[in-house]
Every structure is written in structure tokens, then in C-alpha cells.
């Protein structure tokens, strides 16, 4: 399982010109499931997403996560994490979980996060969408289960 998540100062995602997921401060997370993912590996990637110390305290240095900083969640679902391009200039997608058990996956992911934080917003799985953001710093992490 693999997230890009992304400090920002606001996101949002929108399907055909309508809005359905908007937040402000926090975290936009972008989710690739693999075939070989699990409940077990989401709690961990979960557990780690919301433990992520890094917004700023009151003296600069990044001591506060989601929790502690009132941020929010926009949970995107992309399988393009999974892309491989050793061969040709054309990535290949086989890496990418199956739909259904990517979608049960994410779906799992939103209702994890939803216990733990107050505002989660999302995508809509499988959907062509529009993602737009103000990354705050910038700040990216890429968190890979394999390295977890």
C-alpha cells in the first residue's frame, strides 16, 4: 500500500465540475492499493498517517499531527502509485489491486480514519477526477508498507 500524503492549506476534488470532497488544513492523501494488501497493512499505514508529526508547533518545528494540529483528511484513491515503467515509455498497472479489492480497501481506509479524525472528505473511487490543492511548505511524504 502506498500514500502520498501532502501538507496543505487546502484541497479539494471535484467529478464532472461538482465538488465532492473539500478540506483546509491537513493532510490530502493520495491511496494506491496493491493485490497484496490487507486489512492488517491499512490499520499500520492508518496508524502511521495519523500519528505524522508534521505540522508546525508554536516554535517552528514540526512536533504536532493531525490530532494535535485539528487538520483534516481528503482520502483520493489513485492505482497510478502502482505504475511500473521498467519496460517502454508506457507504465504498466498490474501491480494495482483488483477494483473490488482496492475499492473494499479504500472504503476500510475512509471508515478507519473517520474514528479518529473529525472532518475526512473523499474522492469517489474509480471516478475521473479533479484534484486541486495548496500544498503547504511544500511538504510531501511517501509512505510504502513495503518500507514500513
Known sequence: MRFVIQRVNEASVSIEGNT??????????????????????????????????????????????LADGGGGLLLVSQFTLYANCKKGNRPSFVNAGAPDM??????????????????????????????????DGPFTILLDSDEL
Request: proline share 0%.
Open 102 to 135: 482496492a475499492k473494499e480497501l479504500y472504503e476500510y481506509i475512509i471508515s478507519e480514519c473517520r474514528k479518529q479524525v473529525s472532518v475526512v472528505e473523499t474522492g469517489e473511487f474509480g471516478a475521473d477526477m479533479k484534484v486541486r490543492l495548496e500544498n
Open 20 to 65: 465532492v470532497g473539500q478540506i483546509e488544513k491537513g493532510f490530502l492523501v493520495l491511496i494506491g492499493v496493491s493485490n497484496d494488501d490487507t486489512k492488517e497493512i491499512a490499520d499500520k499505514m492508518i496508524k502511521k498517517l495519523i500519528g505524522m508529526r508534521i505540522f508546525e508547533d508554536e516554535n517552528g518545528k514540526t512536533n504536532l499531527s
